[in-house]
C-alpha cells in the first residue's frame, strides 16, 4: 500500500509540474500578442468594418447553423473542450499528422482576434489561456 501511495504522489506532482509548465508556456503567448497590440485595440478595430454584424442583429437560425457545424456539444462544456482537444491529440499522435484542433467556438474566436493560424504548441496553449 505505502508503494502504491508514493506511485500516486509521484504521478501527482508530475502532473502538476506538467500543467505548471503548460500554464507558464499559455500564458507566456497571451502576454505576447497582448503587448504586441492591446486587445480593445483589435476589437475596434474589428467593430469598425464596413460589414461587421452585432451578435444581436444575427438570426437565430445562422447562430445554430454555425453552432450545429463548428462545435456541436457548445451548449455541453466551457469555453474550452478538454474531450475534444485530447480526442485530437490522441488523432495527431496516431496519424503523425497535425490535422485535428479540438477547438471550440470561444477558442476559434480567441485565435482569429488574437493569434496567427501558425499551428504551434504554445499558439494552442494561448488560445486556452484566452478561452479561459
Not at 500564458?27 to 454584424?53: A, N
Not at 484542433?101 to 504551434?120: E, P, W
Amino acid at each position: 500500500m505505502k508503494i502504491f501511495k508514493k506511485v500516486l504522489l509521484i504521478l501527482l506532482i508530475i502532473f502538476l509540474v506538467i500543467f505548471s509548465i503548460l500554464f507558464f508556456v499559455g500564458f507566456g503567448s497571451y502576454s505576447k500578442v497582448l503587448k504586441e497590440k492591446p486587445l480593445i485595440d483589435r476589437i475596434s478595430e474589428i467593430t469598425s468594418k464596413e460589414h461587421f454584424v452585432k451578435f444581436d442583429n444575427m438570426s437565430k437560425d445562422y447562430i445554430n447553423a454555425v453552432i450545429a457545424i463548428e462545435d456541436h456539444r457548445y451548449y455541453d462544456h466551457g469555453p474550452v473542450d478538454f474531450i475534444a482537444i485530447a480526442r485530437a491529440l490522441f488523432t495527431n499522435i496516431r496519424d503523425n499528422d497535425f490535422d485535428e484542433g479540438g477547438s471550440t467556438i470561444t477558442q476559434q474566436v480567441a485565435k482569429n482576434i488574437l493569434f496567427t493560424q501558425d499551428r504551434t504548441l504554445s499558439r494552442k496553449l494561448g488560445e486556452v489561456f484566452r478561452s479561459l
